[in-house]
């Protein structure tokens, strides 16, 4: 499997590629960036190491690149300043993603490729990407709370003492300020968390405000993420190499699932061979469910804001649906919905 990387050469993008070096399962890592001189030294670095990981080819290209590629992941973007939110950098993100959107559908994207939306704010980025790059929904993946559904399981294992990979949490909705945190499935080693030792309010609300600080911290500490990230990002990718069919938190354009409809934001996903497979609805407190609803509401009117701006109405023409995947219910039942793709243009 190929794996090119749109930005490449910066923090996130390097990061990543390392990330999938050390994981050892795909085949080829390219590393894209408008910056050919920063790419081949990440590149070359990468290659270094190449002997005492795995055997792949690592390389710096450009966009003729993406023809030959099954995995495309974007991480080219402006950075988020320490006191801005990630929807603020709509704005000035918007421009550059189409941008890069529209040249990688010039490039000749696999038809049976996957789009893996890494740049912020990435819910909504992810939401245009469906539209404009001509993919079904499926194969379009945002890193969604991947990555802040890390952060919280790592800080509430520290907080509570406990190994952080026997500890089971979910960031779910907007990544950004109006994430949610599932408290009323979280375990440690399979145990409900609520009845775990030292657990209590006060732990809940200090470690989901670390959560949703994390991000701004490490840009203040060391001018951004990129271990972490790369990692999530690598989480994803695998599951789609491997067809493993994980659950992870990643955003997706929404069909039902939890009342949400035609916003991409994250709910716990299926993902393996063909993308997003399912969406998992599990019952929820009514305040998740209400913080859930919220994202969704604050993602829409966001989305409304930037149609407008680029002259494509919201809910246009929807033709050349993709094969439907199924949708797990509460009780069990397959639901059948509607797969479909927006193109640019519509």
Known sequence: MKVSIIGGGGLVGSMTAYALQCGGVVSQ?????????????????????????????????????IASSNVVVITAGLRRKPDESRLDLINRNVSLFVGILDQVKSAGLKENAYLVVVSNPVDVLTYLAVQ???????????????LDTARFRSYLARRLKVSATQVQAMILG????????????????????DQWPGFNPVVQREVFEETKTAGAQVIKLKGGSGFAVGLSIREVVHALALDS??????????????????????VPTVVGCGGAREHVELALTQKELLGIQQSA??????????????????????????????????????????????VAGS
């Open 132 to 146: 404009c790059s001509g993919l079904p929904w499926q194969r379009i993946i945002g890193l969604g709370t991947q």
């Open 297 to 342: 509401k604050v993602l829409d009117d966001t989305i409304d804001q930037v149609e407008q701006r680029i002259g494509r109405p919201k809910n246009g023409q929807t033709p050349a649906a993709a094969p439907a995947l199924p949708s797990a219910s509460r009780d069990g039942r397959v639901i059948p919905r509607s797969a479909w793709q927006k």
């Open 29 to 65: 890592i390219c590393l894209i960036d408008a910056n050919k001189e920063l790419a081949l030294g990440q590149a070359t670095d990468l290659l270094h190491g190449a002997s005492l990981v795995a055997d792949q080819r690592i390389s710096v290209g450009d966009f003729e690149d």
């Open 245 to 266: 069919r994980r659950i992870l938190p990643v955003s997706t354009l929404q069909q039902g699932a939890y009342g949400v409809r035609d916003v991409c934001l994250s």
């Open 174 to 193: 907007e990544h950004g300020d109006s994430m949610v945190p599932i408290w009323s499935s979280a375990t440690v080693a399979g145990l409900p968390m």
